[in-house]
């Protein structure tokens, strides 16, 4: 089956710097990528839809300043986190659809535990 | 938008029991029905999913889901629960080429000896 893997699984960082979180497509192209968050014991909500080659869209709330999303390729998008605060902390998973599948589900990455001190 | 509502937020059963995680969806059209299932920290993992035909779908580790369009619901079974089966559920619900997906709450399922 399809393969998406994230990097890092978990990182660290103080309050003010930025975080790269990349998500990849190991054995498929994925011209879709999706980005979630997911607060301790809550569900995954969506926070943008990265397209190959073109401007993400976020999800209302999202702020497109502070989490910027790039998809530069049919197997890599990054998200970064800018300026991070304590409030950031959280799991963050990413997803691609896998286009060789006829309903075009969404395979997951292993997603990267961000905290913020 | 679709929406996917789980009502029960934490299940407890014995292990060997049968198990029933419900699920109920609102879309408009015929909708792209999955349930994943997440271990502490970890990804989300494809249990099964329904796209058009036969309204009972397997799936991996024993499970099986049954769409019911009458009442806008999928529910996940499983005839006999084991211990490795304690994590979350997450039902979720795509819309047409499945660009857009909603997840419910999630069920957290906890399996006694």
């Known amino acids: 089956g399809a393969v998406v893997s994230q990097h890092p699984s978990w990182v660290i960082c103080k309050s003010g710097t930025s975080v790269k979180i990349e998500c990849r497509s190991l054995d498929f192209q994925a011209t879709t990528m999706f980005w979630y968050r997911q607060f301790p014991k809550q569900s995954l909500m969506l926070m943008a839809t990265s397209n190959e080659g073109s401007k993400a869209t976020y999800e209302q709330g999202v702020e497109k300043d502070k989490f910027l999303i790039n998809h530069a390729s049919l197997t890599l998008s990054t998200l970064t986190v800018t300026s991070a605060h304590p409030e950031d902390s959280s799991f963050y998973i990413c997803s691609a659809r896998d286009p060789r599948t006829g309903g075009g589900e969404q395979y997951f990455g292993p997603g990267t535990r961000l905290t913020v001190t | 938008a679709q929406s996917v509502t789980q009502p029960d937020i934490h299940i407890t059963v014995s292990e060997g029991a049968s198990l029933e995680l419900r699920c109920n969806y609102s879309?408009?059209?015929?909708?792209?029905l999955f349930w994943y299932v997440q271990s502490p920290g970890q990804g989300l993992q494809l249990l099964l999913k329904?796209?058009?035909?036969?309204?009972l779908v397997q799936g991996i580790k024993g499970f099986e889901a049954e769409f019911k369009r009458s009442q806008s619901s999928f529910n996940l079974r499983k005839p006999s629960v084991h211990w490795s089966d304690a994590a979350e559920y997450f039902c979720a619900v795509g819309a047409g080429n499945n660009n857009d997906m909603r997840f419910g709450a999630g069920t957290r399922l906890t399996v006694k000896p």
């Open positions: 329904y796209f058009s035909g036969d309204t």
């Open positions: 879309y408009g059209a015929t909708p792209y």
